[in-house]
């Protein structure tokens, strides 16, 4: 089948009688145009099926309004909700998200092929040769997920120590003294630094871990990990998990092994996925607030760009502590 021909503004402009600057000023709106002119403009661009180049006439104008967001490595449903949200986010802003899989392209990098206004990168995700490519390009970026200071870069993460310590002195504030640990890789900086949080409140309590492994931040992964720490580990009446999708798996091992929650067991996460609210689930957790976050790096990402000297800055989002039935 042939290829059908692109419809231009050209076209539109023959077809109707007027210049191509008539065609683009009844495209852009707020632009001084007869209004019968732009009606007539309008009917026959919807009648041969021309439609404006966004990406042309934003370059045009200096400004692609491409954001390239590198997805990571998504393991659990938050980081899931992240991407959505931000997408969404950029989108409401009108600028276009190009979702990239740095496990499928170079390290992120190939996204620099595109003409972008900006990239948007979790921490976790984010390479040294990244940053000095879009340093060397003019590329802004900004990071979630960690602090990143010593890279000039501009960035906004939850206080993962301060939110996994409210999460441990609850549990001491119970009576729980017997704590165990399900944390997730170790070359995330929440997992090490959610960590710290457990251990600050244990050592001010004259307590510390008795049990501890790491998992994938999976629900399966959970499941696994809290299964065979719990059966190695028959005394321990506080498990606290790096997140909630381990903390639900967690759940499911402790029902598998007949172990009441939270009677005989305290159990809580990190984040506030939405599966932490299931009714199923009722899991006590501390809230990583999404929404708070996307907001902020959409606030970074705008006064980049319309400030592209300006010193980096890091934004600290405050964690919650969450209450439900699993403490």
Same mark, same amino acid.
């Given at each position: 089948m042939a290829? =059908?021909?692109?419809?231009? /503004?050209q076209m539109v402009a023959d077809r109707a009688g007027v210049s191509r600057s008539a065609v683009s000023r009844a495209f852009t709106k707020g632009s001084y145009l007869e209004e019968s002119k732009r009606q007539k403009i309008l009917e026959i661009a919807t009648?041969? $099926?021309? #439609?404006?180049?966004?990406?042309?006439?934003? !370059? #045009? $104008?200096?400004?692609?309004?491409? %954001?390239? %967001?590198?997805?990571?490595? *998504?393991?659990? /449903?938050h980081d899931t909700a992240v991407i959505s949200q931000l997408c969404s986010a950029l989108n409401a802003n009108g600028f276009w998200p190009i979702? *990239?899989? *740095?496990? =499928?392209?170079?390290?992120?990098?190939d996204a620099l092929a595109f003409p972008l206004d900006a990239l948007i990168v979790r921490g976790g995700s984010m390479s040294e040769d990244l940053v000095h490519r879009c340093a060397k390009l003019g590329v802004p970026m900004i990071c979630y997920g960690r602090p990143t200071e010593e890279l000039n870069i501009d960035s906004a993460y939850c206080k993962n120590r301060t939110g996994m310590e409210l999460a441990a002195e609850l549990l001491v504030s119970k009576g729980r003294r017997a704590f165990g640990y399900v944390g997730g890789p170790d070359q995330f900086?929440?997992?090490m630094q959610r960590r710290k949080g457990v251990l600050n409140v244990l050592e001010r309590a004259n307590l510390s871990l008795e049990a501890e492994v790491v998992s994938d931040f999976s629900v399966d992964g959970g499941f696994a990990a809290a299964r065979s720490l719990l059966m190695a580990n028959t005394h321990l009446d506080a498990l606290i998990c790096a997140n909630d999708a381990m903390a639900i798996g967690a759940l499911g091992a402790a029902h598998t092994l007949g172990i009441a929650v939270p009677d005989r067991l305290s159990v809580v996460g990190f984040d506030d996925a939405d599966m932490a609210d299931w009714q199923i689930t009722q899991l006590t957790t501390v809230r990583n607030p999404l929404e708070t976050t996307v907001q902020e790096i959409l606030k970074l990402l705008v006064d980049r760009i319309d400030n592209p000297d300006r010193e980096c800055r890091t934004i600290r989002v405050e964690p919650q502590l969450i !209450? =439900?039935?699993?403490?």
């Open positions: 290829k =059908r021909k692109r419809i231009t /503004a009648e041969i $099926g021309y #439609q404006p180049n966004a990406l042309a006439a934003g !370059l #045009q $104008g200096g400004r692609s309004r491409l %954001v390239a %967001v590198i997805e990571g490595d *998504v393991r659990n /449903a979702l *990239v899989s *740095v496990t =499928r392209m170079n390290g992120g990098a900086y929440s997992s !209450l =439900r039935g699993t403490h």
